[in-house]
């Protein structure tokens, strides 16, 4: 069997499901709450914390595990991810007997989060551009939200039916068959164009932009290295723009409206990119005035 090539309508739809299968057991826990507070007698706060840490442990985790695949295939980071969700998932089942293995267990389930939703919506959006991409967006947004809401009552319909237990494995083996789908569908090797970009600490994000969208007129570290030219007074266009690239070694890069749109006005406006490496261009801001910085440029 070929694995499909990335962008194609066989690869989203597999990432789209590999996404739903790895969010089945997500929310097991919220819907059988009652019975573990019975069984282990927790109190109301440990019983959040329980249900806490997982989203806790996402929103520190997914910046690290997000910015690690600009340097290593997302294949890996999902395959780690989704993994460690279904390890969390069986060992909830089969050895979580009290508030500290499960608080440690759902923690894990939150990194193992972290390691899927943004990586996939990264591995589906990166070979993709424009409406297609924006399509792809859409049923990975709807496909995780099918999923999360099915969560509870899967969990519910199988903890009735088989214990609660019975829930956790499941989605264990949910979880697995993501790990699957990832290891048969997605690239093993980085995409050409990351190959190639320069080695940067795991948190610098001050680097080529090509998947980054930059708003209200200015990427910020071009805009502080340019605020001493302007005399602290730098055009806000209020624009959302997706640069194909951001030159950073020559200058900082601005947006200037189209004549076209009223960039004040609008959120999905058109915008144009203007790189001058001396910084000499005249850009209007939103009010119609100008800051002239020194040296000629041309506006594009």
């Known amino acids: 069997m070929v694995a499909p090539a990335p962008g194609t309508r066989s690869y989203t739809k597999a990432i789209v499901a590999a996404q739903m299968l790895a969010q089945i057991g997500a929310f097991a826990l919220p819907a059988l709450l009652r019975d573990y507070i019975a069984r282990w007698d927790l109190s109301k706060t440990e019983a959040g914390w329980l249900v806490g840490i997982f989203f806790a442990a996402y929103v520190v985790m997914v910046p690290l595990l997000v910015s690690l695949t600009d340097r290593v295939p997302v294949r890996r980071v999902y395959m780690l991810g989704t993994g460690l969700t279904a390890l969390s998932h069986f060992g909830f089942a089969l050895f979580a007997d009290g508030f500290w293995s499960a608080l440690l267990l ?12 943004m990586p996939g919506l990264k591995a589906i959006a990166d070979p993709l551009e424009g409406t297609a991409q924006s399509r792809a967006v859409s049923w990975h947004a709807a496909g995780v939200g099918i999923s999360g809401a099915a969560s509870f009552a899967i969990a519910g319909l199988v903890g009735n039916w088989a214990g609660a237990s019975a829930s956790f494995l499941l989605g264990g083996a949910t979880a697995l068959g993501a790990v699957l789908i990832a290891a048969t569908v997605m690239p093993s090797a980085l995409p050409a164009s ?22 209200r007129g200015f990427h910020w570290p071009a805009r502080r290295r340019a605020g001493a030219r302007f005399g602290g007074k730098l055009p806000r266009l209020g624009c959302c723009v997706r640069p194909s690239r951001v030159d950073h070694a020559n200058g900082p890069v601005l947006l200037a409206p189209s004549r076209r749109t009223k960039c004040a006005a609008n959120f999905g406006c058109h915008a144009r990119l203007i790189s001058n490496p001396r910084f000499g261009s005249s850009l209007p801001d939103i009010s119609g005035q100008e800051h002239r910085g020194g040296g000629a440029g041309q506006t594009s």
Do not use: F, N
């Open 194 to 215: 990351a190959t190639t970009a320069p080695s940067r600490r795991l948190l610098d994000h001050h680097g080529p932009a090509q998947h980054v969208r930059l708003c």
């Open 106 to 117: 759902r923690m894990l389930a939150g990194i193992g989060w972290a390691g899927t939703y």
